[in-house]
């Protein structure tokens, strides 16, 4: 059987997400109920890419757009036949803000790919996810988007990239505290100031906090502040994300499971806030949500 488009509309919804989580680095990752979501139709003139919300205005419109390509690369990879599209986006999740927004753009062009063919479990997660982390990069964020919940991925010598869920406390509270919008940082400027390699203690360090991590987001929260402690990648960050490491600081230094969300500059607070706490924040134009843990992954709607 041919693959060809079969539907005349698809639309996804796709969580933002977080990596790292203090000791996880390049590794852990969760899904937040924080969605970006995108309607396509297939056209027969060229391709038109209208946004809502983040990035209007400034992201591309048109066939370079990251989810059209995604799509069209999804497309491909069944054998399913091109078009022009008529794209409409609808963005909460900030650009280059550590919660997963190109992850989610390239999910989301996958997804939507599922959507409009006449077969769609050739598309299935585990084939999205790796699609995605091939725009990506890294599987740390594309896992929680496509699967939800807490996840761990990692990938093979050979480039195959993997991913398996952590056991998640749903109800666990969390926060994200978006800096103000002047402030954001592309993962390419925040890797560079990593180190080549590390001492051995502080490995062994981010191994242990690792694993008591996993103990805690399954549902023992005294063991959260141990388990978000890191000497892999926040600290060497510090001078090219000042304002979020005070931040990040001043919360640890209350009792509040504090870390620095993928390469920032959102904070993620593995708890809730006082109101006093929230209020200084948004004070000093930081933005607080509280959005839920999302186990469902990205889903057609």
């Known amino acids: 059987m041919s693959v060809r488009l079969s539907h005349e509309v698809a639309a996804v919804r796709v969580p933002a997400t977080t990596a790292n989580m203090g000791p996880g680095f390049d590794s852990f990752g969760m899904a937040f109920r924080y969605y970006d979501e995108v309607t396509v139709r297939p056209v027969t003139g060229p391709t038109t890419v209208t946004v809502e919300g983040v990035g209007a205005g400034v992201v591309p419109a048109d066939d370079s757009n990251l989810v059209v390509r995604a799509l069209r690369a999804g497309l491909d990879a069944v054998g399913a036949p091109q078009a022009g599209f008529e794209m409409h986006c609808v963005n909460r999740i900030p650009h280059g803000g550590g919660m997963g927004s190109s992850a989610c753009a390239a999910v989301a062009g996958l997804m939507l790919a599922r959507g409009l063919v006449n077969d769609p479990g050739l598309l299935d997660d585990d ?123 001043s919360l640890r230094e209350q009792g509040y499971p504090a870390v620095i969300s993928g390469a920032g500059p959102t904070v993620l607070v ?32």
């Open 270 to 301: 593995l708890s809730d806030l006082s109101q006093h706490t929230r209020m200084t924040l948004q004070h000093h134009g930081w933005t607080v949500l509280r959005p839920g843990i999302d186990l469902e992954g990205a889903r057609l709607v």
């Open 127 to 249: 084939l999205v996810f790796q699609l995605a982390t091939g725009f990506e990069g890294h599987p740390d964020n594309v896992a929680p988007a496509v699967y939800g919940g807490a996840t761990v991925a990692w990938t093979e010598a050979d480039g195959t990239a993997h991913a398996a869920p952590m056991p998640v406390d749903a109800t666990l509270p969390v926060s994200l505290l978006v800096p103000p919008s002047a402030t954001r940082l592309s993962t390419e400027e925040a890797r560079k100031v990593l180190p080549d390699s590390v001492p051995r203690a502080d490995a062994l360090f981010n191994t242990s906090r690792a694993a008591v991590l996993m103990l805690a987001l399954a549902g023992r929260p005294d063991l959260l502040m141990a388990g978000t402690q890191d000497r892999l990648h926040q600290e060497y960050r510090r001078g090219v994300l000042p304002e979020s490491m005070a931040v990040m600081d």
